[in-house]
């Protein structure tokens, strides 16, 4: 899971673990910003060229890919790997031109140094036959030539570049330096983004129960999380900071079951869009040589099986964070955090102090959640639409009716406020924390502390300040070299060192 927000809210939550804190389809695939396309129509056969001498339509190719998509899941083993498409045979099928597979098999020799057929297989991500007519066309054009065969396997040759071929490569990265595995198109990602919604698991009422026993809440706001993460809808967790909505978030989306398929990269109107990030993606499988070549017949390697993803956003988010970025000087785009969540979670966190407004933020992605579908521009004016299939989820210590208006806040279904600890949940935080970092409790001292705290009028405790009470009591014992206890005296003293540095309304 990425978390890209800066400073979090620090001991938030009711937390007892020394870590508390807190559709309609689209379906055309491009549209333009000229009018000219009309956007409720899926684009017909006639649209569609054919391939440069395969005689294959793209069109037919896709319809092949739609058919692997719908097979039975029981045909396949794993749902997962029911929605990943077969390897493609042909130009037509891997929707890409030989000009541009040749370029990119030029940058990665290039890079590589001398691969092997087996590894430009997997660097590709195409099959061996696929693999094979790329290398013959290479080498016709006296590009790439043999230095060896490798010790693995007979025919597995290794190449490198001749002198013409550094020249044309130089060429290639002057149009762009993208040299990661074949992109897929953006009508294949639309068909496998929408096949796999039918086999995404929701998590299980007693997931959510056993995530939440993590937490001390009272019943009816315990009851509440629960119904709200258990929807699968949007949803908003609000109140003071120190009491638990960060890291509510954080572990449900660590809590997320299944794998999705993400591709490496997408190909649209002439560019490249990288989607794949180690920072967000965790790949469930790695494959070696052999067996590159082995599931040659089976699955399309543009794609990886990942776990759901769960994207964590904080008061950095600005503008740029919302749309395609061009890199100038890679010149290809990298994907937004709501596409690298597809199939997952998008968390932000600390929503309204980001360098956009709220209404703004919500606006962006509320919308498309809704719809089922989202619009990407890039720098030339074309617009990419893809599907939408993230979830996500917001926290904040503002007021939500400062935030936005009504007319935004109804598309957020699910709003649940997590307040300050009453003086039975404070005391049960405090117990078991104390029995977490050992440190002794006379027989009434919890009682007596939460007592104290709660009749002082200028003291509204957060669940956080719990913590930091025990950890101030824990390193005082070991300054006094002796066993830590909450007694009235070292009580006293981290009242003293702690809640008197600061107003009580501060955020704790």
Known sequence: MQSDHGPEEMAEGHEVNDQADESPRQPSVFRREDGNHDVSRSPSTNDRPTDDGSGVSIATSLRNVAATLEADPAAGGEPEIACFPRQPRTLAEVGLSKAFLTDLALKIIHYSGAPSTAQLMRRVGVGQAMIQQILTSLQEERLCEVISQSDLYTGNYRYRLSERGTARVIEALERTRYAGPAPVTADQYAEVIRAQQGYKQAPSRSQITALLDEFVFAPEVADAVARALYSGKTTMLHGLS?????????????????????????????????????????????????????????????????????????????????????????????????????????????????????????????????????????????????????????????????LMGDDVLRRILYKVEIPSPGPREFAEILRQLCRLRSVKTPEGAIERVVERLYSQPAVKPRAANARDLVEIIV??????????????????????LFMCQRGADEPA
């Open 242 to 402: 120190g009491n638990g909505k960060t890291k509510i978030l954080e572990r449900f989306a660590l809590t997320l079951d299944g794998t999705v398929l993400v591709p490496f990269a997408i190909y649209a109107y002439g560019q490249v869009i990288r989607v794949f990030d180690p920072s967000v993606h965790e790949t469930v499988e790695e494959l070696t040589e052999p067996e590159v070549v082995k599931d040659d017949d089976k699955l399309d390697r543009r794609w990886v099986r990942v776990r759901r993803p769960a994207v964590v956003l904080g008061s950095e988010i600005g503008s740029e964070s919302l749309d395609l970025a061009y890199d100038p000087q890679a010149r290809f785009y990298q994907a937004p955090p709501h596409i690298k969540a597809q199939g997952g979670v998008l968390v932000i966190d600390d929503l309204g102090r980001q360098k956009i407004k709220p209404e703004e933020l919500m606006t962006r992605w509320l919308i498309p959640a809704e719809r089922g579908w989202d619009s990407l521009s890039l720098i030339t004016g074309e617009k990419l639409t893809v599907p939408f299939d993230v979830r996500i989820l917001l926290g904040t210590n503002r007021p939500i009716h400062e």
């Open 475 to 496: 390193e005082g014992g070991a300054y006094d070299e002796r066993e830590p206890v909450l007694d009235e005296e070292s009580f006293e003293r981290a009242m003293g």
